[in-house]
């Protein structure tokens, strides 16, 4: 017999829980069923956000150490690559349970298996078919292979998150977010990095000048950047493989990993059986997330949307659920969006990209130097820079940093952007812990 919902949504992620979370608060008696066929929690607690951001906590350690030496450190912290994934795996083994059991509540179940459409209304999984008024598809992305000779040898970015042993030479494919962070991590642990990328820059996402830094620093290291080059071809070797590119070039490696980008996670999914329309960077929604289907919605990483407006983050994800959760009545309106990168130094931005300002005399550009403050000089990094964008009327509309605590200072400036207030009205209103890092953003709203 066929089970009846208020709500299903595929995938249990970020987008997911947004939603459960949401119906929660509101103490709502619709009924939900969620479904993964993975690990519970989705990509951020399992194979992104999360594992990463623990394995950075003690690279980061590491590098400051680094960095400090001559400057009252003598030896740098060094990284046990075994003891640190140990004391990961113990901490993110229960997570799929925890985020299992969190959903769950009187009005929502979970279920473990791989949902596929059966028709607009009703979705097959396990072999028993479930029903609801509202289905949502939250699917998210999947790592790319690219279709080259030798794909069969390149690792993405969720082994690497579960790499027992740390290889000696490692060759990432692309420098996105994905690559330059687990770039750092892996350098940092004592592998020899080599970064190919098709593009001049690495951090497409972010300001070219600060991106630029982000590479300067890590090519200090010893990481080795190889840009306009695309790599066509993975050959196995006596020992190791050779990573070929179109341009010409090779290079030697114990381990490669596709960090080219992700794609839409659909392939499972019997699209075509409910008529729900894609492209090829996701699932087409309108201004309400609703698919080109009545009654099939899309949240999170898998709609395919502007990444200017929506990037493909978490908290991103987590919104669009709580809005399918708040009942989608008015179109969906983003806040200001910040993002940053946790490489070594960070990089981070929100609201307007400083390069759409750049001589466009609408906008007062205002640069800082971070390493003259006192605050900062401690850290002995002579390239953190914060930038500003300031509107006619003296509001902040855009910022970027790069700096060792560009993601924090970037979330404080996106209060004020958020604010809409003038930089006159907002220092009349925070006077912020002196002398932290952040109390710099005193002095910069002027
Ligand atoms: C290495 C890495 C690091 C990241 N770091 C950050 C970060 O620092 N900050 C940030 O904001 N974001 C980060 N992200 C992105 C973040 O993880 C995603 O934006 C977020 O998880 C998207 O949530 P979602 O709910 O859309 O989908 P996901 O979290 O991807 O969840 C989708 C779930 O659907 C399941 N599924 C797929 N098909 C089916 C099917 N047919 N039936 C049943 N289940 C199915 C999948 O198995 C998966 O569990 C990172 C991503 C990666 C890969
Ligand atoms: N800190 C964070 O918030 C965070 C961290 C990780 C991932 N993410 C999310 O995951 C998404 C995907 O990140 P990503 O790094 O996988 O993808 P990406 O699209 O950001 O980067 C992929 C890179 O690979 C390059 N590339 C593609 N094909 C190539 C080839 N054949 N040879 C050489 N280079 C090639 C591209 O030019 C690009 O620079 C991000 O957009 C973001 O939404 C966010």
């Given at each position: 017999m066929t089970k009846q919902f208020d709500y299903i949504v595929i995938g249990s992620g970020p987008a997911a829980f947004g939603l459960t979370t949401a119906l929660k608060e509101q103490q709502s008696t619709k009924t939900a069923l969620i479904i993964d066929n993975d690990r519970f929690g989705g990509t951020c607690p399992n194979y992104g956000c999360e594992p990463k951001i623990f394995l950075e906590g003690a690279v980061r350690n590491v590098l400051i150490g680094q960095q400090l030496q001559g400057r009252g450190i003598q030896q740098a912290a060094k990284i046990d690559w075994a003891a640190l994934m140990a004391a990961k795996q113990a901490t993110f083994a229960p997570y799929p349970d925890n985020a299992q059991s969190a959903m769950t509540t009187d009005y929502v179940q979970t279920l473990q298996g791989t949902a596929t459409f059966a028709d607009t209304k009703t979705v097959l999984v396990n072999g028993q078919a479930y029903q609801a008024d509202k289905i949502v598809i939250a699917t998210g992305l999947k790592a790319n292979h690219l279709p080259?000779?030798?794909?069969?040898?390149t690792h993405s970015s969720n082994d690497v998150l579960d790499l027992a042993e740390l290889p000696k030479r490692v060759t990432f494919i692309g420098s996105g977010y994905v690559g330059m962070e687990l770039a750092t991590v892996l350098s940092a642990a004592g592998a020899q990095v080599e970064v190919i990328e098709h593009s001049p820059h690495a951090l497409g996402a972010f300001y070219p000048d600060h991106a630029a830094i982000v590479v300067k620093q890590m090519t200090q290291r010893g990481i080795r950047f190889h840009f306009g080059q695309s790599v066509n071809a993975v050959r196995q070797m006596a020992t190791g493989f050779t990573v070929e590119t179109a341009e010409g070039q090779h290079y030697d490696s114990d381990y490669v990993i596709d960090s080219s980008g992700r794609v839409p996670n659909i392939d499972r999914l019997a699209l075509d059986v409910a008529g729900v329309a894609t492209d090829r960077h996701g699932i087409l929604v309108d201004d309400h997330l609703q698919t080109n289907v009545a009654g099939i919605y899309a949240a999170g990483d898998v709609i395919s949307k502007d990444p200017a407006v929506a990037p493909q983050l978490t908290p991103v994800a987590q919104f669009e659920g709580e809005y399918l959760a708040a009942g989608a009545q008015a179109p969906i309106a983003y806040p200001v969006m910040a993002t940053g990168s946790f490489t070594f130094p960070q990089i981070a931005q929100v609201g307007m990209p400083v390069a759409q300002a750049v001589g466009n005399s609408d906008y007062r550009i205002k640069r800082l130097a971070l390493s003259p403050d006192f605050a900062y000089a401690g850290t002995n990094d002579e390239d953190a820079e914060l930038v500003g964008i300031f509107d006619q009327q003296n509001r902040l509309v855009g910022a970027s940093e790069v700096s060792q605590t560009a993601t924090d200072d970037i979330n404080q400036l996106a209060g004020v952007i958020g604010s809409g207030q003038t930089v006159a009205d907002w220092r009349q209103q925070q006077l912020y812990i002196f002398p932290t890092l952040a109390s710099k953003i005193k002095y910069f709203l002027a």
């Open positions: 080259i000779q030798g794909q069969e040898y």
